[in-house]
């Protein structure tokens, strides 16, 4: 059985950018044995596999897999799978802007795929969410001792860390400088012995108020034990966490706030990601994630 695929950077317009994501547009004949091998043998971040939806309130569903497992809610994956629906013309772009509802374990994600004048698509996915925000966090000298900084790296005037759980936990963590972040190092032992016993989170999203590009708001990357010392990986599923997290300072008030984050360097695989969040006190948030996208390779590849 052979199977057509792409793969499809995206929160960037330029190739060899961004995130790299593996796509199967055409994947109902596939089990999940074949999936996990399929993503194993492209070796990326991540894979979406997109199938016919049983629900009458989608389009389509999606299952994302890592070359390890079965992944949740993928951020990046999603703004991918409908990059190629609406490239390929698995879904009609009759107007500027066309709406899909995609489903992933269960949840129900909004997308708008909007058709720009020089024939490039914008995608944007919609996330409803009431975040779980805990204040008790560890303290900045051991959370700078898990990252390899110096304790007064780990500042800033107007953000605090805190854990912060949508989709999954994450500790969110603010930096002091670009630099910073840049610098951090997981220290795996420093992190099993001061922090891992009192937070739940696998995940460290950390970020500061300054980057080296124009035009951004914030710079983020993510960290912690199953993530490689010297990988930077996709950060579109932290989003929702992280916008619950902004709407937890006091100075981010009721109304809309847009903001662009970036990811990786000038030098190396940036990523650009335009973000608005309708924060809404005391009620479920809502969180517009979107960006470009651009077609690298397409391709067969035969499934035993």
């Not at 330029?14 to 995130?19: E, K, M, P, S, T």
């Not at 016919?52 to 390890?68: G, H, M, R, T, W």
């Amino acid at each position: 059985m052979n199977q057509t695929y792409y793969i499809v950077d995206v929160f960037t317009d330029r190739v060899f950018n961004g995130a790299q994501i593996g796509v199967f547009p055409e994947a109902d004949a596939l089990n999940a044995k074949q999936m996990q091998l399929l993503a194993r043998e492209l070796n990326l971040s991540d894979t979406v596999f997109i199938l016919k939806s049983e629900n009458s309130e989608c389009d389509f569903k999606l299952k994302v897999y890592s070359p390890i497992s079965e992944r949740n809610f993928v951020g990046h994956a999603t703004i991918a799978a409908a990059y190629v629906l609406g490239k390929y013309s698995y879904v009609e772009l009759k107007q500027t802007h066309t709406e899909v509802t995609l489903e992933q374990d269960d949840n129900l994600i909004d997308v708008i795929i909007t058709n720009k004048p020089d024939d490039e698509l914008f995608i944007q996915f919609n996330r409803k969410m009431h975040p779980v925000i805990d204040r008790y966090v560890p303290d900045n000298k051991d959370l700078a001792a898990a990252l390899s900084l110096d304790e007064g790296d780990i500042a800033s005037a107007r953000y605090n860390t805190l854990l912060v759980a949508c989709d999954l936990p994450y500790l969110i963590v603010p930096l002091r400088s670009f630099d910073a972040v840049r610098r951090a190092v997981f220290n795996m032992k420093q992190w099993s012995t001061s922090v891992a016993p009192v937070s739940p989170a696998n995940e460290l999203l950390l970020f500061s108020t300054k980057s080296d590009l124009n035009g951004s708001n914030f710079h983020g990357r993510l960290v912690g034990p199953r993530i490689g010392i010297d990988e930077d990986p996709p950060i579109g599923s932290s989003m929702p966490a992280f916008a619950g997290y902004l709407s937890a300072h006091e100075h981010i008030r009721e109304g809309t706030h847009s903001f662009v984050i970036d990811r990786g360097t000038l030098e190396q695989r940036k990523s650009v990601l335009s973000v608005e969040l309708v924060n809404r006190e005391g009620r479920e948030n809502e969180i517009r994630v979107g960006g470009p996208a651009v077609l690298v390779a397409e391709g067969k590849i035969s499934i035993p």
